[in-house]
């Protein structure tokens, strides 16, 4: 399917996205911010989301008009960069710690969360080491290089401590290199590798809180399972149709995290299961549109833009179903935002270039520009046809 | 696509399709329990706090009314500066610093300092601007009269729950429940939405109680207190004909406006709630219970020349010697002697069904709550026993059963049923419910109660044990009445204590108003004819000139005032 100029069924589709987060985020932090921090206004949340949507949006301008050929040059300075701005977040002083965590980069007005960076960083990264002329899918070299770099990543963010950002990176990584045909002994064997260091980390006590409390959360509503039980009531008590958009009684303070990891629930409770399953397919039409710009890529036999936009597709999808999992208690609970609609400058910045460069890449190569003559050409057409019908008068 | 791709394609679109799944799982098949627990978490119901209707005396002064007033509570979690915060209150409010500054450091939340502030201080904390200090506006119970009346309105306790009287009785009409609200919570706890309906007005209460009359009794009682050195004494005001109480007070009295600095013995209503052996008030029953059973006339002559009748081992004599009176004497002249001799030959059952039929023994049905019912000693009866009751011991009464009592002997035998209250009023002030107690049973016909009214009226002549009684210009019909008071402990006869009382009304003829005066542990001097009956004769004659009663002897009295129809309009 060959796009005039870019695929507007996926902008349209993340703009309805970021739109429709733009309002939760009013919905969820309005109401109780005020009454919770004297000096901060309803608007602050949304108004600091509005900011940071301008800047994405520039950010997926300045994505989109890239060439894929400047993008595959940028891959390791980008991978480079990412990783120093990951060990920066050590540094005292640019550092911001939230809670036990040291996630965030000083930066102001606000901070930056490095992390989501390395995932783009790496799905550019892997595709053009996948699509480079030296690769070759059953040699160990080839499997060894992307795993060392996934796995010296894996070791910062568990340093910070940030295990849900750990997964991510993982899945995303093997996703890739098993798509690029890697041999599945060299996967079997890694995986079963990194099932020792999984229950080692899982040792941690609130890590393995959090796990007891996935798999029976009313056993302990009040401790340990309280956030999944508050966001199974919150989906709950949303039904059908909802109780109203502003209308949710779980963002006072029962949902934790309600304006970022736990949005969804809150969408699920002001506006029901129609929209939050239309929210979902939206997610699910979105990797859609994503395979099939990079499928028609591969077809063509561009293959750094083939793994580019699989991997972007895959970058977005991911994290949207563990936030989904995660929410809905299929997965143990862990600090990840839903992309375009939780508040969160960093996630936000990130999943809106990966549209802008997916947007490029829908782009059907370049060379079939946009005919402006053409349409203009046609537009006189019509309106001569109408003319003769009509006559002078419209 | 490569096969691969398919395959994880495949798998993340099967992702989705999971993720729909459990959503429909947990949102419409599991749509009901969640809400249940929803709203189990989100929601409590409170009880709906009303603002307490307006209380009226019978002329439309008000009693009891609501202010709005300042509640100064703290958020020590939010306080930056607790030290200086603890040191200006303390200063201001005069609670302990230590204790505040115990509180303010605690890191709590909500917490009360101080409920209900004077308007001054409140308005000194506010201007200090605090952080962590806040104030809520609370209604608060405020009585215009203060004492007077206390024992009848009430009172009520700092979170404005009914404690004495008319507060606690009518407690239901004054709060008008206006059932529950359900009121939002956050995970906190805390109250999200706002219970209290500001406008939610509980119904307005009209008391028969008239201020004036109060005001009279109360200080008549006052100074009685003072005279005598009394530790007790009441006086109740009854309109005789409709059981309407006109004026009840009670010594010791309490301000309800400090509801902190009254004791539940100053709380105490004495007129229903004390029983007292009321002594010779109580010869009403052996005179209406010999005249009923047609025993005696007024002139029959009984011999008290003795001054003294010895009754089984025991003797009991005349105040005064007396030599021999009438029917009619005996009772004016209170002679024991006389009483008893009279009492023996009606015999017990007599008296007892008398006493029952005046409505001793039982609650007078008053609507006041803490009414005692008394007794009528229930031993054999032996000649003792008998003779005892004739001059008014082995019963325990109250006041306002005694006064109930001679009030049938006003209106011309008819028992009443006393009660404070006389309208229930819509909060806008429209008139809901009148409360008029039906009439109640006989206590004597009509023909004994005319002649025991002309018995009674003699007591108060010059030769009469109550001449202090007399009120100038009208005719006073009473009974003294001066008992040897019972000793709370030993429950045998304390010397020297006595309850000195004089019930009756006026006038006499054509009675406004029954009254009883009930004086406890007098010093100085106990006959009820000394004692009480100035009181009652003080109270008398200010309240019939309150009321614009005219004279017996007013030239008036036989002047027939015509209005003209005409002037009407």
């Not at chain 1, 894996?154 to 849900?164: E, N, S, T």
């Not at chain 2, 008391?207 to 009279?216: K, M």
């Not at chain 2, 109480?245 to 902190?260: E, G, H, K, Q, V």
Request: hydrophobic share 45%; net charge positive.
């Amino acid at each position: 399917m060959p796009f005039k100029t870019y695929d507007r069924w996926l902008l349209t589709t993340a703009l309805l996205l970021m739109g429709f987060g733009t309002l939760m985020i009013y919905s969820s932090t309005a109401v109780l911010t005020p009454a919770k921090e004297k000096s901060i206004s309803e608007f602050h949340y949304f108004t600091n989301h509005l900011f940071t949507m301008m800047v994405s949006f520039a950010m997926m301008y300045a994505a989109y008009r890239l060439r894929p050929e400047t993008l595959r040059k940028l891959a390791v300075p980008l991978l480079v960069l990412s990783l120093a701005l990951l060990l920066l977040v050590f540094v005292p002083g640019m550092g911001v710690t939230a809670g036990k965590a040291k996630r965030w980069l000083r930066l102001w007005p606000s901070t930056f969360q490095p992390s989501e960076l390395v995932k783009l960083a790496m799905v550019i990264f892997l595709a053009r080491f996948m699509s480079g002329q030296g690769y070759r899918a059953d040699r160990f070299y080839c499997f060894a290089v992307p795993v060392s770099v996934m796995l010296m990543f894996q070791c910062i963010f568990l340093l910070q401590p940030d295990f849900g950002s750990t997964m991510t990176l993982g899945v995303l990584t093997l996703s890739m290199l098993y798509i690029s045909g890697i041999r599945m002994r060299y996967l079997l064997v890694l995986l079963a590798l990194a099932v020792p260091v999984v229950i080692k980390l899982l040792q941690e006590p609130y890590r393995l809180a959090r796990i007891t409390a996935f798999l029976n959360p009313w056993e302990n509503a009040r401790g340990s399972g309280f956030q999944l039980v508050q966001s199974f009531i919150a989906l709950g008590s949303g039904g059908l149709t909802g109780v109203g958009l502003g209308n949710s009684r779980q963002k006072l303070s029962f949902l934790p995290e309600v304006h970022t990891d736990f949005i969804f629930s809150m969408v699920g409770e002001e506006l029901g299961f129609i929209t939050a399953s239309a929210v979902v397919a939206l997610f699910a039409f979105m990797f859609l549109r994503g395979i099939l710009i990079a499928d028609r890529n591969r077809n063509t036999g561009e293959m750094f833009v083939y793994y580019l936009a699989f991997g972007l597709s895959m970058m977005i999808a991911i994290q949207a179903l563990v936030n989904f999992f995660v929410v809905t208690g299929l997965a143990p609970t862990k600090g990840l935002p839903l992309p375009f609609i939780s508040y969160g400058g960093s996630s936000l910045l990130v999943n809106m270039t990966a549209v802008g460069i997916l947007l490029n890449l829908s782009r059907d190569g370049q060379e079939k520009k946009p005919q402006a003559v053409d349409r203009f050409k046609e537009a006189m057409r019509k309106k001569k046809a109408r003319r003769a019908v009509y006559g002078e008068g419209i | 696509m490569n096969k691969r791709a398919v395959i994880l394609s495949t798998i993340i679109a099967f992702g989705f399709v999971l993720v729909l799944v459990r959503l429909a799982d947990i949102m419409l098949l599991n749509h009901e329990r969640l809400s249940r627990a929803a709203r189990l978490q989100q929601v409590v119901s409170r009880d709906i706090e009303v603002a307490r209707g307006t209380i009226y005396d019978r002329r439309g002064r008000e009693l009891a009314v609501n202010v709005e007033t300042e509640s100064l509570y703290c958020e020590p979690k939010n306080m930056d500066a607790p030290g200086k915060a603890a040191a200006m209150i303390s200063k201001l409010t005069a609670i302990e610093h230590k204790t505040l500054l115990k509180t303010f450091s605690s890191g709590r939340g909500f917490t009360w300092i101080r409920r209900k502030l004077d308007p001054d201080v409140a308005g000194h904390i506010k201007r200090l601007e605090l952080e962590g200090i806040g104030f809520k506006t609370e209604l608060q119970r405020f009585y215009p009269e203060g004492r007077l009346m206390s024992h009848v309105v009430g009172l009520v306790g700092i979170d404005n729950q009914p404690l004495e009287a008319v507060e606690l009785r009518y407690d239901d009409t004054l709060r008008k429940p206006g059932g529950m609200v359900m009121v939002l919570r956050d995970a906190s706890g805390m109250q999200i939405s706002e219970g209290m309906d500001t406008q939610a007005r509980g119904n307005s209460i009209v008391l028969t109680v008239d201020s004036g009359l109060q005001y009279i009794v109360e200080e008549e009682l006052q100074e009685a207190m003072l005279k005598w050195n009394a530790s007790n004494a009441v006086a109740v005001m009854m309109n005789p004909y409709t059981g309407e109480i006109l004026a009840m007070s009670n010594r010791p009295t309490y301000d309800p406006n400090s509801p902190a600095e009254s004791s539940s013995q100053m709380r105490r209503n004495g007129a229903v709630a004390d029983l007292y052996e009321p002594g010779s008030t109580f010869k009403l029953v052996m005179a209406a219970a010999a005249i009923e059973a047609g025993a005696v006339r007024p002139e029959d002559r009984f011999d008290c020349s003795k001054g003294s009748i010895k009754v089984g081992k025991w003797t009991i004599k005349d105040s005064h010697r007396q030599g021999v009176l009438s029917f009619k004497e005996v009772v004016q002249k209170s002679s024991n002697v006389g009483t008893i001799m009279i009492g023996l030959e009606l015999g017990r059952n007599k008296m007892v069904r008398q006493a029952e039929n005046f409505g001793f023994g039982e609650k007078t049905g008053i609507d006041l709550p803490g009414e005692a019912k008394g007794w009528i000693t229930r031993e054999s009866p032996s000649e003792v026993a008998t003779a005892s009751l004739s001059i008014g011991y082995g019963v325990a009464v109250t006041p306002l059963q005694v006064l109930r009592a001679y009030s049938a002997i006003a209106n011309g035998g008819v028992l009443v049923t006393p009660h404070v209250v006389s309208e229930i009023r819509t909060p806008e002030g429209y008139p809901m419910i009148e409360l008029k107690p039906d009439a109640g049973k006989r206590a004597v016909s009509a023909k004994t109660a005319a002649a025991l009214k002309e018995i009674l009226m003699a007591v108060t002549e010059q030769d009469g044990t109550a001449f202090e009684a007399a009120v100038d210009g009208n005719r006073v019909a009473g009974k003294t009445g001066t008992a040897v008071m019972r000793d709370g402990n030993s429950g045998g006869y304390s010397k020297g204590k006595y309850a000195s009382s004089f019930v009756g009304f006026v006038p006499a003829e054509d009675p406004k108003m029954a009254l009883i005066v009930v004086i406890y542990d007098p010093k100085g001097g106990y006959y009820g004819g000394l004692v009480a009956a100035p009181v009652f004769k003080n109270i008398a004659e200010k309240s019939l000139a309150y009321l614009n009663v005219p004279r017996d002897d007013s030239v008036e009295q036989n002047i027939l005032t015509v209005r003209a129809e005409g002037s009407r309009q």
